[in-house]
């Protein structure tokens, strides 16, 4: 993979915003996108998380996990998700369990692409590395009237993983929504909105603290929502 100025961007502060043109292009020149329909109309079959500490109910999301050995990313047998209490207070110190993201949107082509261009990615950042942990999320905030939706009810953090992607499937009336980017110090470094489909943040986690304000509905009489992709890869033996 060339040395864009992204890669610049992420070896030099830890984090980079992608825009919609380019990450698509980046996309396209790893793989098909030939489902893409369908990949984005999957995220109208998540399930609401049952585990959020504030008692929303704002939050769907599906799950799943691959191993990636050299250059072949394979998916795994359907886990709990867990975080330590140090990444993540809120939520962390249990095991959560998911509903696994579908079989066919899982080997689908577009999935099969993002989880290449991620591996040959940051493949590059750690030429060392070559077995990764992956984990993959889909995730719908919604925004209602008189309740935020919280794309990060934990505020400010790190995944514990190594290396994040956040790639935007869609987003639909509601305002707000921006990323921030904090160092380990957490003094602000950055923010940015992710507005159009294939917008993306691509995060450095040992490097910076991110995090999302809060979304509302700009029309509380329609749907409002915010369908994110997340992927974390984390550096096994």
């Not at 992420?10 to 990450?23: E, H, S, Y």
């Amino acid at each position: 993979m060339q040395d864009k100025n992204f890669i610049a961007s992420l070896r030099a502060g830890g984090f980079a915003f992608v825009p919609a043109i380019d990450m698509r292009a980046l996309l396209e020149s790893a793989g098909p996108l030939s489902d893409w329909a369908s990949f984005a109309a999957s995220w109208d079959d998540l399930r609401t998380d049952e585990y959020m500490a504030d008692k929303g109910r704002y939050r769907k999301r599906r799950y799943a996990v691959y191993a990636a050995r050299g250059d072949a990313v394979t998916r795994q047998a359907h886990q709990p998700h867990y975080q330590s209490l140090d990444y993540n207070p809120l939520h962390g110190g249990v095991e959560r369990h998911f509903e696994p993201i579908n079989e066919a949107i899982g080997a689908g082509a577009s999935m099969r692409t993002i989880l290449g261009f991620c591996r040959s990615l940051f493949g590059s950042l750690n030429p060392a590395a070559q077995n990764w942990h992956i984990e993959v999320h889909q995730f719908r905030i919604e925004a209602k009237s008189g309740e935020q939706g919280k794309p990060t009810p934990e505020g400010l953090h790190r995944d514990g993983r190594d290396f994040v992607l956040v790639l935007l499937v869609r987003r639909e009336n509601i305002k707000s929504g921006t990323t921030l980017i904090c160092d380990l110090n957490k003094n602000e470094v950055g923010s940015f909105t992710l507005t159009e489909s294939f917008d993306a943040a691509l995060v450095d986690d040992n490097r910076v603290y991110h995090g999302v304000t809060p979304v509302a509905p700009l029309d509380p009489a329609k749907p409002a929502y915010r369908d994110v992709l997340v992927v974390t890869f984390k550096l096994t033996l």
